[in-house]
T-cell receptor
Framework: ETGVTQTPRHLVMGMTNKKSLKCEQHLGHNAMYWYKQSAKKPLELMFVYNFKEQTENNSVPSRFSPECPNSSHLFLHLHTLQPEDSALYLC??????????FGPGTRLTVL | EDQVTQSPEALRLQEGESSSLNCSYTVSGLRGLFWYRQDPGKGPEFLFTLYSAGEEKEKERLKATLTKKESFLHITAPKPEDSATYLCAVTGTASKLTFGTGTRLQVTL
């Protein structure tokens, strides 16, 4: 498989659930990103990892917890989310800050 | 703070009717301006990177240009398959990608 993959593609969860989003890149990149995309809003950068080290946390609430075990895998752990967290969550990767390649996204609905 | 404004918000064209999308930006130390295409329910797909004023890039019916304040994405003789949301983004000295809200393009027969 090539490019950036994300699982699951769709997720429905209650406010008390705990779930995780997974991202994998097969491009040999050294940086990975989580973005949130809501209707009528620009993509919002959430977290950045360079060589597995978190280099940016864009004032994201603690109910979102990222994990980057290696340069190919990125997780976003979710717990006690709110309905306003419903959105498309996109993962991206790049090589040394160059153009970013995006995965297909996870459509999250919080009930 | 870096900012990107795209216009129009939505554009409806007939097949073959050429037009341009605008991306105005303010950024501290431009390192790159990016155009992406996004289809419904999918992630953004990379189209072009422009690095300096005067630069132009072309791909099929699309041509991107850059000045010191804005970029244009020109669409020549569009086809229905060009229908998508087109996103513009910039990165500056902060090395962070800042996106606009996009232009939703619909091309009809």
């Amino acid at each position: 498989e090539t490019g950036v993959t994300q699982t699951p593609r769709h997720l429905v969860m209650g406010m008390t659930n705990k779930k995780s989003l997974k991202c994998e890149q097969h491009l040999g990149h050294n940086a990975m990103y989580w973005y949130k995309q809501s209707a009528k809003k620009p993509l919002e950068l959430m977290f950045v990892y360079n060589f597995k080290e978190q280099t940016e946390n864009n004032s994201v609430p603690s109910r979102f917890s990222p994990e980057c075990p290696n340069s190919s895998h990125l997780f976003l752990h979710l717990h006690t989310l709110q309905p306003e967290d419903s959105a498309l969550y996109l993962c991206a990767s790049s090589f040394e800050g160059d153009r970013q390649f995006f995965g297909p996204g996870t459509r999250l609905t919080v009930l | 703070e870096d900012q990107v404004t795209q216009s129009p918000e939505a554009l409806r064209l007939q097949e073959g009717e050429s037009s341009s999308l605008n991306c105005s930006y303010t950024v501290s130390g431009l390192r790159g301006l990016f155009w992406y295409r996004q289809d419904p329910g999918k992630g953004p797909e990379f189209l072009f990177t422009l690095y300096s004023a005067g630069e132009e890039k072309e791909k099929e019916r699309l041509k991107a240009t850059l000045t010191k304040k804005e970029s244009f994405l020109h669409i020549t003789a569009p086809k229905p398959e060009d229908s998508a949301t087109y996103l513009c983004a910039v990165t500056g000295t902060a090395s962070k990608l800042t996106f606009g809200t996009g232009t939703r393009l619909q091309v009809t027969l």
